[in-house]
């Protein structure tokens, strides 16, 4: 199980640790890693990842703003463009489905914004096959 060279047992391959390591430095802009010693594990270095459209995160998702300046991972830029589009017209009630689900007890339903309008879905998708 692992490599003696970790100074740890570990299930993962030092290629697997490298490549998680590497992948967390990029989204870091360069500074990044697990730094343990005999304190134990210190601060953690600032990159997150999750969903790539995850607006949780704030305006912008600085991790991927930081990867994709990396040519490895240039290929991401139109999902984080994506996720940034989605978060400007996060609040635009006109681009959504007005949708009642329930009916209460007198026989009234409550209509609110829900999903995403057919066009907006629709304009979304061609927006990305134009650019592949």
């Known amino acids: 199980m692992g490599d003696s060279s970790l100074g ?4 993962l391959a030092p290629a697997t640790i490298a490549r998680l390591s590497d992948i967390y430095r990029a989204g870091n802009g360069g500074v990044c ?3 343990a010693g005999e304190s134990g594990a210190r601060a953690a270095c600032g990159s997150r990842f999750g969903c790539a459209f995850c607006g949780v995160t704030g305006a912008r998702d600085k991790s991927m703003e930081f990867m ?9 830029k139109p999902l ?14 006109s681009r959504r ?10 026989g009234y339903t409550r ?10 879905r629709l304009s979304a998708a061609y927006a990305a096959v134009d650019r592949c």
């Open 8 to 11: 740890f047992q570990s299930p």
């Open 33 to 35: 890693g697990v730094i």
């Open 68 to 76: 994709v300046q990396e040519t490895e991972h240039a290929h991401l």
């Open 80 to 93: 984080n463009e994506f996720r940034n589009y989605l978060l400007a017209i996060q609040w635009d009630l």
């Open 97 to 106: 489905e007005l949708v009642g689900r329930t009916l209460s007890d007198v």
């Open 111 to 120: 209509i609110q914004a829900d999903t995403y309008g057919y066009w907006e």
